[in-house]
Structures are given as C-alpha cells and as structure tokens.
C-alpha cells in the first residue's frame, strides 16, 4: 500500500469541493471507542484509521475494530491522495509484531486488519517484520482470522512469498486507481506491477483482494477496464470508494461519485465473477473486512437480491 503525503505542486490544487449529503460521517464516540483509543496509545500502535484520517475510524472503533499500520508510521514513497507521512522512516522495531498481537488479544478481535508503510530502503522490504508480525498474531490470538493490506515489495516474489508462507486468511494490495492516472496518483508504482503481485499471489493460493478510489478524473469506461484486467487475474474480493481529499496538499476531488454509480460497479463487478464486491461511497478496504474472508457470502447475498 503506496499511501503517503505528496507535495503537490500550487498550480494543481483547487479548493475543496463541499461534500455531498451521502459523505456525511457520525463523529466517534462511546465507551468502546474510548477503549480501543487507550489500547492503541498504550501499546505504541500506528493504526491506518487515525494516519490516513479514515472516515469510518468512528464505526469500526466503536466496534472494537481497528487496522494496523506496521513498520513505523514515516512512508519512503510519496503517493499524492495518501494522508501518511512521508521521508526518512525509523528504524525497524523489532518488538513491533509481539505489540500488535498483545493489542489484538486485550481487543477481544475476531477479525483483525495489518497493513504497513512502504519500507523500499530495507533489504526485504519489510517482508521480515511482516512475517513475523502475522505468526505472532496468529500464536496469540488462533481464533482471529486476519486480512494483510501489503506494499507492493516492488514486485520481488521472494519478499511477496514470505507474507503468503505466514497463511493470512486474505492477502490485499490496492491498485487505487485505473492504469492511465496511476503515476499522477502514485507516483512511485507501477500498474502492470501491482496487477503481477494480486497475479502472483493467487498463483500461491492466497485468497486476494484490492481496492479502488473514485473521484480522481477516471471515466466510466476506464473503472470498468480495471476491473476487467483484475477479473484476469482471478481477483476474489473488490472495494470501490470515493476518495476524499486529505489535505490542500494532496490531489484534488475532481467529483463526487453518485451512490447510484457506486451500486453500477458493484453489479458489474459481480457479473465478473468477483467472489465479493463493496462498492459506496465510504467504502475504505478494510471496512466490513470480516466479511471478506468468507469465500461465496458476498456473491450468495448478491444472488440472493436477484431472487428477491
């Protein structure tokens, strides 16, 4: 996952649009939002849910939910939609995975989420902490299924392998946007590249999964040939969401994609053989992830309304 803080030039920033009514958020309140709050700041945790200033931090924390960010909270690339903080990361933590999996066992979590900075300076990658990060959840917490979010180890099938050997239930990498706007939007990834690790991936008999914002300037046409080289590589699990602009720095919100053109794609997706679509407005990757691990729910509720 390529998500960090761009330094857009003045010329390219436009003010920002005033949000639609279907983009309206509930602020995060009560008892269980406090407690995952707490849990986060005592154990030192990086979660993608403050740093990439998520619109439904309020619902999933509520719910005893969050996604991990490992590997420190500085990214090296430098992606132009992504509210992380880019330049010189730390050093690795070693004592991170052990952390993460103490976090989720307090958390009672039946369903967990860990995504990471990219970590192009390491030798591995991050494939390491990775790997270890997954077995040390896993040995902690045996009944917590769990969904890994994964840069794209610049295509190094070694690194890419070691995350699958630690047999997360789904393995996710985001494609973010259609091929044309992909070096505007992220700047140091390559479309072709990303498509070979989902590809890659399913070769190695993970369970996969992307996403995909909306509202960059892509068309119609452009969405659904995405979805037709995912269908290629034998995609499992799609998320479409209208990408929102973090700060003046970032790139603009070029429009607000309708519901109804949401609901569009999510019919088209399924028509693909996609084995789960989410696709709204305020649809992120990881929301409603525990449903994502469930090979046949989403297309057996997709049948099911075609019924009815």
Same mark, same amino acid.
């Given at each position: 996952?390529?998500?960090?803080?761009?330094?857009?030039?003045?010329?390219?920033? %436009?003010?920002?649009?005033?949000?639609? /009514?279907?983009?309206?958020? &509930?602020?995060?309140?009560?008892?269980?939002?406090?407690?995952?709050?707490?849990?986060?700041?005592?154990? &030192?945790? =990086?979660?993608?849910?403050?740093?990439? /200033?998520?619109? /439904?931090?309020?619902?999933?924390?509520?719910?005893?939910?969050?996604?991990?960010?490992?590997?420190?909270?500085?990214?090296? #690339?430098?992606?132009?939609?992504?509210?992380?903080?880019?330049?010189?990361?730390?050093?690795?933590?070693?004592?991170?995975?052990?952390?993460?999996?103490?976090?989720? =066992?307090?958390?009672?979590? &039946?369903?967990?989420?860990?995504?990471?900075?990219?970590?192009?300076?390491?030798?591995?990658?991050?494939?390491?902490?990775?790997?270890?990060?997954? %077995?040390?959840?896993?040995?902690?917490?045996?009944?917590?299924?769990?969904?890994?979010?994964?840069?794209?180890?610049?295509?190094?099938?070694?690194?890419?392998?070691?995350?699958?050997?630690?047999?997360?239930?789904?393995?996710?990498?985001?494609?973010?946007?259609?091929?044309?706007?992909? #070096?505007?939007?992220?700047?140091?990834?390559?479309?072709?590249?990303?498509?070979?690790?989902?590809?890659?991936?399913?070769?190695?008999?993970?369970?996969? &999964?992307?996403?995909?914002?909306?509202?960059?300037?892509?068309? %119609?046409?452009?969405?659904?040939?995405?979805?037709?080289?995912?269908?290629?590589?034998?995609?499992?699990?799609?998320?479409?969401?209208?990408?929102?602009?973090?700060?003046? #720095?970032?790139?603009?919100?070029?429009?607000?994609?309708?519901?109804?053109?949401?609901?569009?794609?999510?019919?088209?997706?399924?028509?693909?053989?996609?084995?789960?679509?989410? $696709?709204?407005?305020?649809?992120?990757?990881?929301? =409603? $992830?525990?449903?994502?691990?469930?090979?046949?729910?989403? #297309?057996?509720?997709?049948?099911?309304? %075609?019924? /009815?």
């Amino acid at each position: 996952m390529e998500q960090t803080i761009a330094c857009a030039s003045q010329q390219n920033i %436009k003010p920002r649009y005033q949000k639609p /009514n279907w983009l309206r958020v &509930k602020l995060p309140i009560g008892e269980n939002y406090k407690h995952v709050r707490s849990l986060v700041d005592t154990h &030192k945790l =990086h979660t993608i849910c403050e740093s990439g /200033n998520c619109p /439904n931090m309020g619902e999933c924390w509520g719910a005893g939910t969050a996604t991990f960010m490992i590997l420190g909270n500085i990214c090296t #690339r430098s992606c132009g939609f992504c509210a992380v903080a880019t330049g010189r990361p730390e050093p690795v933590d070693w004592d991170e995975p052990q952390r993460v999996a103490e976090a989720i =066992h307090l958390m009672k979590v &039946k369903h967990a989420v860990i995504t990471s900075v990219d970590r192009d300076e390491l030798k591995d990658g991050g494939s390491t902490i990775w790997y270890n990060t997954i %077995k040390a959840v896993k040995a902690l917490n045996p009944d917590t299924t769990l969904e890994t979010l994964i840069p794209d180890f610049k295509g190094i099938h070694e690194q890419i392998e070691k995350v699958a050997e630690a047999a997360p239930e789904v393995i996710s990498h985001n494609m973010e946007t259609v091929e044309r706007l992909t #070096r505007q939007v992220r700047i140091q990834a390559k479309y072709r590249r990303s498509l070979e690790v989902l590809r890659y991936l399913k070769e190695l008999g993970v369970r996969t &999964k992307t996403g995909i914002m909306l509202g960059l300037g892509e068309t %119609k046409e452009e969405v659904i040939e995405t979805m037709n080289d995912l269908a290629a590589v034998n995609l499992d699990v799609l998320t479409l969401g209208q990408y929102l602009q973090p700060t003046t #720095r970032h790139l603009p919100v070029e429009r607000f994609v309708h519901p109804d053109e949401f609901a569009e794609f999510r019919e088209i997706g399924y028509s693909l053989g996609f084995d789960y679509v989410e $696709s709204g407005p305020l649809v992120r990757s990881s929301y =409603h $992830s525990e449903k994502h691990v469930v090979p046949g729910y989403g #297309r057996q509720i997709w049948l099911g309304e %075609k019924v /009815n």
